[in-house]
């Protein structure tokens, strides 16, 4: 392999798809962020905000498996481009819906589009980055998402004449222009252009993700996709309201989430730094135990001083977590059914992603606040680190010739 001639062009993909990462991460929680003044305006009940939060989840789950399906077929860079173009379209229709509707319409056909870039953007980068950082690179392109998150924060504590629609505004417009650059300077993964170039034979059937010694890890990776992701989606989308429903203001609140989204970015590049060290069963331990902390921490602090360093490492966890099993994913498979793969543990992950946003709307209509909404999550934490770490430990004949063709 030259590595002179692949650096370069690994390094450009990477960066390439971490911008793309930070316009998910606005998006995705931009619904969070602008879920005060979207309540007031259509006067919506938590429960019903339940619902707002979760339409765009539910075009997440079609949207990563066929994402990733397609990928593997007509190549990772066109269909990116695809999805990040309609995911911007639908982020500018939200800022102009006009009816309870209308919103859930246009949230939906958002998380197709989001949907279908995550897992082009973890096969991308494994494929484009030096086996040696893998895992890293991984987690680099994911911390982007917290970053965005961050920047939606940001955005939302700000005073714009739009008011709630200018986050809206903001994850519509940009990605049309960061399409353009994915166009022009996005190369195809080398791995896929091998195999397509040299016809080489490729199971690209979805039964190879349960074939073998595959079927374990593939479940093992669905279960603790699904619960850690319950608990992410329940932190990215109501925290704000949370916090604001237990006395704080909507900056004390906007600042806690900065620090929720740093603290992921953290969390993403450290824990992949554990994994390419071999040591994924610590960054196991650490974020899945710390989550549990954490959490409590959200849900009993009395100060604003510990909620601030709970939302931190809540972040930390939580995201930290996720990155952990977005890095281990692609090595679990070969090229012919990696996109497929990952696309199809996402979509699992985002089962739990639905979920969660419903299950914290109901406790909270059962007067139990933001204590019984942590505590919620507890029993599901505790399953997904138990497959966390038996899969952090499982040894995959898959992943040596995933990596071996990841490298031409």
């Known amino acids: 392999m030259n590595h002179r001639g692949y650096l ?18 606005l998006d995705l929680q931009s619904t969070g962020i602008a879920a005060p003044g979207i309540g007031a305006e259509f006067k919506l009940a938590p429960a019903m905000m339940g619902w707002v939060f979760s339409a765009g989840l539910v075009g997440l789950l ?24 309609l995911f911007g379209v639908f982020s500018f229709a939200t800022a102009h819906v006009r009816d309870f509707h209308s919103l859930l319409a246009a949230r939906v056909f958002t998380g197709l589009g989001l949907g279908a870039a995550l897992p082009l953007l973890i096969a991308l980068t494994s494929e484009a980055a030096d086996p040696a950082m893998r895992s890293t690179a991984v987690s680099l392109t994911y911390c982007g998402v917290p ?26 417009l940009v990605p049309v222009g ?11 993964s ?37 619960f ?23 900056p004390q609140a906007g600042v806690v989430q900065i620090l929720f989204n740093i603290g992921g970015a953290a969390g993403s590049v450290l824990s992949g730094r554990l994994v390419d060290r071999d040591r994924p069963g610590l960054a196991v331990a650490i974020t899945y ?4 902390l954490s959490l409590a921490g959200l849900g009993l602090s009395g100060s604003f001083g510990l909620t601030m360093a709970a939302g931190f490492a809540a972040g930390y ?44 709307g109901q406790v909270l209509a059962t007067g139990a606040g933001a204590a019984g909404v942590m505590l919620s999550a507890a029993p599901g934490l505790v399953v997904a680190s138990l497959c966390a770490w038996k899969l952090s430990r499982r040894a995959d004949p898959q992943a040596g010739a995933a990596q071996a063709v990841g490298t031409h």
């Open 8 to 25: 370069p062009r690994g390094a450009a993909t990477i960066a390439l798809c971490f911008i793309t990462a930070l316009l998910e991460g």
């Open 62 to 85: 079609p949207g990563a498996f066929v994402g990733g399906w397609l990928a593997d077929r007509i190549g990772r860079k066109r269909v990116l481009v695809g999805a990040v173009l």
């Open 147 to 172: 970053l965005g998150g961050a920047i939606a924060s940001v955005i939302g504590m700000t005073k714009f004449e739009a008011g709630w629609r200018t986050i809206f505004y903001v994850g519509g």
């Open 178 to 188: 960061v399409a353009l650059l994915l166009v022009l300077l996005l190369t195809e």
């Open 190 to 226: 080398a791995s896929f252009r091998h195999q397509a170039a040299n016809h080489a034979p490729a199971d690209r059937r979805i039964g190879a993700l349960f074939a073998g010694s595959a079927l374990g890890s593939t479940l093992l990776l669905w279960v603790a996709c699904f």
């Open 228 to 250: 850690t992701l319950t608990v992410l989606y329940m932190l990215l989308n109501w925290l704000p309201s949370l916090l604001i429903g237990q006395g704080y203001t909507r």
């Open 289 to 292: 135990a710390g989550m549990l």
């Open 317 to 360: 966890c939580a995201i930290g977590a996720q990155a952990v099993l977005y890095a281990r994913a692609p090595a679990l498979y070969g090229t012919g059914i990696r996109a497929t793969g990952v696309g199809a543990s996402i979509s699992i992950g985002r089962l739990g992603a639905i979920a969660g946003p419903l299950v914290a």
